[in-house]
């Protein structure tokens, strides 16, 4: 059973456009949350985090929103640009730090056309 | 935040053979952690590696399978032992980074086994 799902595996935007990419999450007791962006043949590289003691998380042109009622959350990046062509994912963990594991999105690939 | 060098990037390596997969991270991590990717799956967690202490294998990983080593706290090596080609995966480690909030990944280890 898939914790933390990304339904949409990939998603192509205009360049200086808005990209949305959801996720949805099923445990109740994930209270931290991460997007990591993949380029091929490269780890995962942090992006933004955010903590269910908020809704939203802004670091520059990238913001996460999260409701914890729905349990989603979603990335938006705005102006998209063409380096922000990769693969996204979504992971979550039941508390920042420590121990607690990841558990990942199958992630989605976002293509920015010029 | 943290560097981390795995190594090595790629290998093909024949079946029933070992390869032994080594992350160095320039600063001193408690805890280190391993994740395979399978093609179009998820990062899943293999193990968590504490230093002085045997890991921590996530349900379905056996350290029979995927010895791993943690002989101080910058660097591990994980093992995968008597491969067949569904091992066929990216291996990547990872750590906490406090600064990012967030964890940090090595650059990966793309394994085909044939």
């Known amino acids: 059973d898939q914790q933390v799902k990304q339904n949409s595996p990939s998603l192509s935007v205009q360049e200086g456009r808005i990209s949305i990419l959801n996720c949805d999450y099923t445990n109740s007791m994930f209270d931290y949350f991460l997007w990591y962006k993949k380029y091929p043949a490269e780890g995962p590289t942090f992006l933004i985090s955010?903590?269910?003691?908020?809704d939203k998380n802004e670091d520059g042109r990238f913001t996460v929103f999260l409701n914890k009622s729905a349990k989603h959350l979603s990335l938006h990046i705005v102006p998209s640009q063409p380096g922000d062509s990769a693969v996204y994912f979504c992971?979550?963990?039941?508390?920042?730090?420590?121990?607690?594991?990841?558990?990942f999105g199958k992630g989605t690939k976002l293509t920015v056309n010029p | 935040s943290a560097v981390i060098s795995q190594k090595p990037s790629r290998d093909i390596c024949q079946r029933g053979t070992s390869l032994t997969i080594q992350c160095q991270v320039d600063?001193?991590?408690?805890?280190m952690f391993w994740y395979r990717q399978q093609p179009g799956q998820s990062l899943t967690l293999i193990a968590t590696a504490n230093q002085g202490s045997e890991a921590t294998y996530e349900s379905g990983f056996v350290i029979d399978k995927f010895p791993i080593s943690r002989p101080n706290l910058t660097f591990s090596t994980l093992t995968v032992s008597n491969m067949s080609p569904e091992d066929s995966s990216i291996y990547l480690c990872?750590?906490?980074?406090?600064?990012?909030?967030?964890?940090?990944f090595g650059s990966g280890t793309r394994l085909t086994v044939v």
């Open positions: 990872s750590v906490e980074d406090r600064d990012l909030h967030g964890y940090t």
């Open positions: 992971a979550a963990s039941p508390m920042r730090g420590g121990s607690e594991k990841l558990v």
């Open positions: 955010i903590s269910s003691i908020k």
């Open positions: 600063s001193q991590v408690t805890m």
